[in-house]
């Protein structure tokens, strides 16, 4: 399938972080998939080009599936190793250097989760962890709060991109506060990726009416009952919501003004 | 041929991911992978808290009693 069809460029731009440059502002996780095929065919018709991944033992008696490298070509999508599941800096610390061992890129998507029941993330541990691996050498993308201060010290901690929640990891509940996205888009220097709570092609739309850089999910894509279609349609919300935002929006007001001339109208 | 002096054990106990593992004396990390059926380049492997990030390194890396193995690989995540 070749599904991924570009904008552009005289719609949209490409854009940069950490020095690199990407085009689709779509990045995808590759958990919780039916199936390996399922999974590539929905990266695939995502047309994203940024693929997370995560760090966890070999399972030596082979009783499940074998690696993601099996399935994914590193040479075609940039895997991004994240953190998941790190509730301690050392934890996250070792996670980060496990995955960059793996010998494909510096590049990390750091988590440091600071609650079990709602998964949102501890800031000032990941902060500290964003200043240790940038001091390292890693490039860290860092998943924060929709919180500005947080994201201010993240940039500042040396994130090469700082990544706020629409909503909790895997609720679907879309972009809960606007505002307070908008704010830290305004503010930070670094690119703004939004991660997690992306629930339906409306949301991520939503998401990039914003003006962030980019969005990344992996739930709403993968427990869609029909991911591959899903991926589609994320795919173009993400770019419809881009365009919406560099068209800029009409203003909004509560009386209505008719679209059809009010002069010429017949027995007046 | 030299004799094993008598404290080094002829069978080495490990901790791989975990679990109790032996392996012969004298086996070296390479070895001990392809026992597994591991492909070295799909693995990483972390000896007694230290990430090996020289895979050349893992056929001079002797197992020794007592060794802390971790072995991860890439999996499916968000």
Same mark, same amino acid.
């Given at each position: 399938?070749?599904?991924?069809?570009?904008?552009?460029?005289?719609?949209?731009?490409?854009?940069?972080?950490? %020095?690199?440059?990407?085009?689709?502002?779509?990045?995808?996780?590759? %958990?919780?998939?039916?199936?390996?095929?399922?999974?590539?065919?929905?990266?695939? $018709?995502?047309?994203?080009?940024?693929?997370?991944?995560?760090?966890?033992?070999?399972?030596?008696?082979?009783?499940? /599936?074998?690696?993601?490298?099996?399935?994914?070509?590193?040479?075609?999508?940039?895997?991004?190793?994240?953190?998941?599941?790190?509730?301690?800096?050392? /934890?996250?610390?070792?996670?980060?250097?496990?995955? =960059? $061992?793996?010998?494909?890129?510096?590049?990390?998507?750091?988590?440091?989760?600071?609650?079990?029941?709602?998964?949102?993330?501890?800031?000032?541990?990941?902060?500290?962890?964003?200043?240790?691996?940038?001091?390292?050498?890693?490039?860290?993308?860092?998943?924060?709060?929709?919180?500005?201060?947080?994201?201010?010290?993240?940039?500042?901690?040396?994130?090469?991109?700082?990544?706020?929640?629409?909503?909790?990891? %895997?609720?679907?509940?879309?972009? +809960?506060?606007?505002?307070?996205?908008?704010?830290?888009?305004?503010?930070?220097?670094?690119?703004?990726?939004?991660?997690?709570?992306?629930?339906?092609?409306? /949301?991520?739309?939503?998401?990039?009416?914003?003006?962030?850089?980019?969005?990344?999910?992996?739930?709403?894509?993968?427990?869609?009952?029909?991911?591959?279609?899903?991926?589609?349609?994320?795919? +173009?919300?993400?770019?419809?919501?881009? +365009?919406?935002?560099?068209?800029?929006?009409?203003?909004? =007001?509560?009386?209505?003004?008719?679209?059809?001339?009010?002069?010429?109208?017949?027995?007046? | 041929?030299?004799?094993?002096?008598?404290?080094?054990?002829?069978?080495?106990?490990?901790?791989?991911?975990?679990?109790?593992?032996?392996?012969?004396?004298?086996?070296?990390?390479?070895?001990?992978?392809?026992?597994?059926?591991?492909?070295?380049?799909?693995?990483?492997?972390?000896?007694?808290?230290?990430?090996?990030?020289?895979?050349?390194?893992?056929?001079?890396?002797?197992?020794?009693?007592?060794?802390?193995?971790?072995?991860?690989?890439?999996?499916?995540?968000?």
């Amino acid at each position: 399938m070749t599904a991924s069809v570009a904008l552009s460029p005289d719609l949209d731009t490409r854009f940069e972080i950490g %020095g690199r440059e990407f085009r689709s502002r779509l990045m995808v996780g590759t %958990g919780k998939y039916a199936s390996n095929a399922q999974m590539i065919s929905a990266i695939e $018709a995502s047309g994203a080009e940024v693929v997370t991944v995560a760090v966890r033992r070999v399972d030596l008696d082979r009783t499940k /599936d074998e690696g993601i490298l099996h399935h994914l070509d590193p040479q075609r999508f940039m895997l991004l190793a994240n953190t998941a599941g790190c509730f301690a800096i050392d /934890d996250t610390i070792r996670y980060a250097r496990l995955g =960059r $061992a793996a010998g494909f890129n510096e590049w990390v998507k750091l988590e440091v989760i600071g609650d079990q029941q709602t998964l949102l993330p501890d800031a000032a541990a990941t902060i500290e962890a964003t200043r240790v691996l940038a001091a390292e050498g890693f490039k860290v993308m860092a998943y924060t709060n929709d919180d500005l201060i947080s994201a201010l010290r993240l940039e500042d901690a040396g994130a090469v991109c700082v990544m706020p929640l629409a909503s909790p990891i %895997g609720s679907g509940l879309g972009m +809960l506060n606007e505002f307070a996205i908008r704010t830290i888009k305004h503010r930070l220097s670094v690119p703004v990726i939004v991660d997690a709570g992306v629930g339906t092609a409306s /949301d991520a739309a939503i998401v990039m009416e914003q003006g962030v850089d980019g969005v990344l999910m992996n739930t709403g894509i993968a427990a869609a009952q029909d991911p591959v279609r899903m991926a589609t349609a994320m795919r +173009l919300a993400v770019d419809a919501g881009r +365009l919406a935002y560099l068209a800029g929006r009409m203003p909004r =007001r509560e009386i209505a003004v008719p679209s059809s001339p009010t002069t010429g109208m017949l027995d007046r | 041929m030299t004799t094993p002096l008598a404290h080094e054990p002829s069978t080495l106990a490990l901790t791989v991911n975990g679990d109790p593992r032996s392996v012969a004396a004298g086996t070296s990390l390479s070895d001990f992978l392809a026992s597994l059926k591991l492909d070295p380049r799909l693995v990483v492997v972390e000896h007694n808290r230290t990430i090996l990030r020289d895979r050349d390194a893992y056929a001079s890396l002797i197992l020794g009693d007592g060794d802390i193995l971790e072995i991860v690989h890439f999996v499916g995540g968000g």
